[in-house]
């Protein structure tokens, strides 16, 4: 098993504000750079790049824990109060919007040790800012006691397949979605707005309107507010990464990406616009078109991920080429049915090791028994630590 590096850096600043207008939020959160879930298609292995590492294990097993993320943060947060005079009305609406959670797993498995999302969170809900989290781990859950206090706070689910076999194959160290289903209802009962991602939807694979129909029932049925769909878009680094996973995974399928991503990052025209049909008329059918807030607080009913560098449309199935496609899918497991939700996996926490800086887990899917449990707080989140300390207050709490 290849064992993962754990490196701890010091983070500049914690809020970085986001520069294009389409994105429906004005700041991201980041905790962590690189992701343990290690899903072979995720747009943020081209992030690596940028640090003069590659797209490809290092993303998966080299993981930057931003160790003062929740200090940098509230020293930003202090700065902001200081020019509106701590109204934090003022600080609210001039920051808008924030998302937690573009670039990587806020709640991957190390979170459950380092509890830094957990400590930003506390920071945002002192300063009752509109926030959203982007996350594929049900132990966001953990930190119930925290959303709940939250005026104006959102969780999205990502989660693109009900078919195991697919998650296996490529995102294994991601949780199962059975498990992403629960945290949905979870979430759902204890009144969090919460939707799902469906993001991204990959060609040939998770593509079919049966699997399509499954995956929104279930979120529906779960409580989910709100679902987005998004078709995968693969970036050059990417690009590499996964058609090496798929050759190995899925050969059946590797002609038919050569040939819809030829050239770009992006699928082409027709299949993108066959695909925004009928996710348009499945989104409408279960009554999921309802998006987070947008800037400024508008509602925003644009198809695609609240997600940076992602594709800005929704997708949905082929309607020409079938038997192509079903020729290629030959052999291949038939799409999951609902009855898969009653399995119940889970994935393994990281221990303890000797060395601080690695540990040799890999989360994976297990069935039947429970592994392990999500970690409890050692102490619920008291009102004290949600109440800035500051002059005055132009609200009360």
């Known amino acids: 098993m290849t064992k993962t590096i754990y490196e701890k850096i010091t983070a500049k600043q914690t809020l970085n504000r986001v520069k294009e207008e389409k994105m429906p939020f004005d700041w991201s959160i980041n905790p962590y750079r690189g992701c343990a879930h290690g899903c072979s298609f995720c747009y943020a292995r081209a992030f690596q790049s940028f640090i003069g590492m590659g797209a490809q294990d290092e993303f998966?097993?080299?993981?930057?824990?931003?160790?003062?993320?929740?200090?940098?943060?509230e020293a930003q947060l202090a700065v902001i109060a200081r020019k509106f005079g701590h109204d934090i009305e003022a600080v609210r609406r001039h920051i808008g919007q924030v998302t937690i959670g573009t670039a990587t797993?806020?709640?991957?498995?190390?979170?459950?040790?380092?509890?830094?999302?957990?400590?930003?969170?506390?920071?945002?809900?002192?300063?009752?800012?509109?926030?959203?989290?982007?996350?594929?781990?049900?132990?966001?859950?953990?930190?119930?006691?925290?959303?709940?206090?939250?005026?104006?706070?959102?969780?999205?689910?990502?989660?693109?397949?009900?078919?195991?076999?697919?998650?296996?194959?490529?995102e294994p160290a991601s949780p199962h979605p059975a498990k992403r289903m629960e945290t949905v209802q979870r979430l759902s009962q204890h009144g969090i707005?919460?939707?799902?991602?469906?993001?991204?939807?990959?060609?040939?694979?998770?593509?079919?309107?049966?699997q399509m129909n499954q995956l929104l029932y279930a979120a529906k049925e779960a409580g989910a507010d709100f679902a987005m769909i998004s078709l995968l878009r693969l970036s050059r680094d990417v690009k590499d990464?996964?058609?090496?996973?798929?050759?190995?995974?899925?050969?059946?399928?590797?002609?038919?990406?050569?040939?819809?991503?030829?050239?770009?990052?992006?699928?082409?025209?027709?299949?993108?616009?066959?695909?925004?049909?009928?996710?348009?008329?499945?989104?409408?059918?279960?009554?999921?078109?309802?998006?987070?807030?947008?800037r400024g607080g508008r509602a925003s009913n644009q198809f695609g991920p609240i997600a940076e560098n992602e594709a800005p449309w929704a997708v949905s199935t082929?309607?020409?080429?079938?038997?192509?496609?079903?020729?290629?899918?030959?052999?291949?497991?038939?799409?999951?049915?609902?009855?898969?939700?009653?399995?119940?996996?889970?994935?393994?926490?990281?221990?303890?090791?000797?060395?601080?800086?690695?540990?040799?887990?890999?989360?994976?899917?297990?069935?039947?028994?429970?592994?392990?449990?999500?970690?409890?707080?050692?102490?619920?989140?008291?009102q004290e630590e949600l109440t800035p300390e500051i002059e005055q207050l132009s609200f009360p709490f």
């Open 105 to 170: 797993d806020p709640y991957q498995p190390v979170e459950s040790k380092t509890e830094i999302t957990r400590e930003c969170l506390k920071l945002l809900a002192k300063y009752r800012i509109s926030t959203s989290i982007t996350t594929r781990s049900p132990l966001v859950l953990r930190d119930l006691d925290i959303l709940t206090r939250m005026d104006q706070v959102s969780v999205n689910i990502s989660i693109n397949t009900l078919d195991d076999n697919i998650i296996h194959k490529l």
């Open 241 to 294: 990464w996964y058609m090496q996973t798929l050759r190995h995974q899925f050969p059946e399928v590797v002609s038919l990406y050569t040939k819809l991503y030829s050239g770009s990052a992006y699928a082409e025209d027709s299949y993108v616009a066959s695909f925004k049909t009928l996710a348009e008329k499945l989104l409408l059918k279960y009554e999921l078109t309802g998006m987070s807030s947008g």
């Open 60 to 73: 998966q097993h080299h993981i930057f824990i931003k160790n003062n993320a929740a200090e940098a943060l």
């Open 193 to 210: 707005r919460t939707g799902i991602f469906a993001a991204p939807v990959l060609p040939f694979l998770t593509d079919r309107e049966e």
């Open 318 to 382: 082929i309607k020409t080429g079938e038997d192509q496609l079903s020729k290629a899918r030959e052999g291949q497991r038939s799409g999951s049915s609902l009855s898969g939700l009653e399995k119940s996996g889970d994935f393994e926490f990281p221990r303890d090791s000797n060395d601080k800086n690695t540990a040799d887990f890999a989360p994976t899917l297990t069935e039947g028994k429970r592994r392990g449990k999500l970690p409890i707080p050692s102490s619920p989140v008291e």
